[in-house]
């Protein structure tokens, strides 16, 4: 089992458990969380960044 996140210019690998049987979904779901908490951070900084290069050119 492999999670990847494609992204506009690249696909990047989140995880990779190459002996996972049977139900997976214990082991996958929390990398599912992690990656949806982790594109939420990036948003809000990315937000952050643009508000303040906005705020420096007045």
């Given at each position: 089992m492999t999670a990847r996140l494609r992204l506009a210019s690249a696909e990047v690998l989140l995880a990779s458990w190459p002996d996972l049987h049977g139900d997976w979904t214990t082991?996958?779901?929390p990398t599912l969380?992690?990656?949806i908490g982790l594109h939420t951070a990036l948003?809000?900084?990315t937000d952050a960044l643009h508000l303040a290069n906005?705020?420096?050119s007045r």
């Open positions: 082991v996958v779901h969380h992690e990656a948003s809000v900084a906005h705020l420096a």
